[in-house]
């Protein structure tokens, strides 16, 4: 069965202070791994989509990243618009996504 | 594009009483999706049709959830009888043969049974 981790839950940083946003994963046969965003009273927004380890992907201060067991989502020098909660989903041979739980972020000026 | 229009965005109902989302995906898309989210569970897929035709349903909680897509342009799910642990919010999605954006969501609608 599909398993997919997000880490840590919350996360707040000062307005310039990069981090990174954890998603963990087991998939039989990965076919792709998307990383969405989502702000308060809104559905999901799609940000990317990565399908291979090694793979990269930027948009704006946004970086993910892939490996054959987790992804990671680099936040370079965040502004308080990139406050939301951040969510992992892999696909497998099937066409749902199956998401964790999204990790919160707050950054403050 | 609208983008995926979901109905009502907020419902407050009794228990015991019966409740329908609509959606309407993005003109084209041939996948729909629902899910529900919740604060515990977060974002769980209840059931997905593929040219209108439901291709897996297990993710539906009980025989009290059902869900149609007579059309290409719309979708209803139901909930009957309604009960206090079925409060989430519900999002409708939509994708087309092109997986690589993933799937497009709604606003969702905001249930709450009391």
């Known amino acids: 069965e599909d398993q997919v981790t997000q880490s840590p839950e919350a996360l707040r940083l000062q307005e310039g202070e990069s981090s990174s946003l954890n998603c963990s994963y087991t998939?039989?046969?990965?076919?792709?791994l998307f990383w969405y965003r989502q702000d308060p009273g809104k559905g999901p927004e799609f940000l990317f989509t990565?399908?291979?380890a090694g793979e990269e992907k930027e948009k704006e201060r946004l970086k993910a990243t892939l490996t054959k067991k987790e992804s990671f989502l680099h936040i370079t020098a965040p502004k308080p618009e990139d406050s939301a909660t951040y969510l992992c989903?892999?696909?497998?041979?099937?066409?749902?996504?199956?998401f964790g739980k999204g990790t919160s972020l707050l950054v403050t000026p | 594009d609208a983008g995926v229009i979901q109905s009502p965005r907020h419902e407050v109902t009794e228990m015991g009483q019966e409740v329908t989302l609509r959606c309407k995906p993005i003109?084209?898309?041939?996948?729909l999706f629902w899910y529900r989210q919740t604060m515990m569970r977060g974002l769980e897929l209840l059931i997905y049709?593929?040219?209108?035709?439901?291709?897996?349903d297990s993710g539906m909680p009980e025989d009290r959830f059902s869900a149609k897509m007579p059309n290409a342009s719309f979708s209803t799910l139901k909930i009957q009888p309604s009960e206090p642990r079925d409060s989430a919010v519900y999002f409708c999605?939509?994708?087309?043969?092109?997986?690589?954006?993933?799937?497009?969501f709604g606003s969702g609608t905001r249930l709450t049974v009391v």
């Open positions: 003109s084209g898309h041939n996948s």
């Open positions: 998939v039989s046969g990965l076919r792709g």
């Open positions: 049709f593929n040219n209108n035709v439901p291709i897996d």
């Open positions: 999605a939509s994708s087309g043969e092109r997986f690589n954006y993933g799937y497009t």
């Open positions: 990565l399908y291979s």
């Open positions: 989903a892999v696909r497998n041979s099937g066409y749902a996504l199956n």
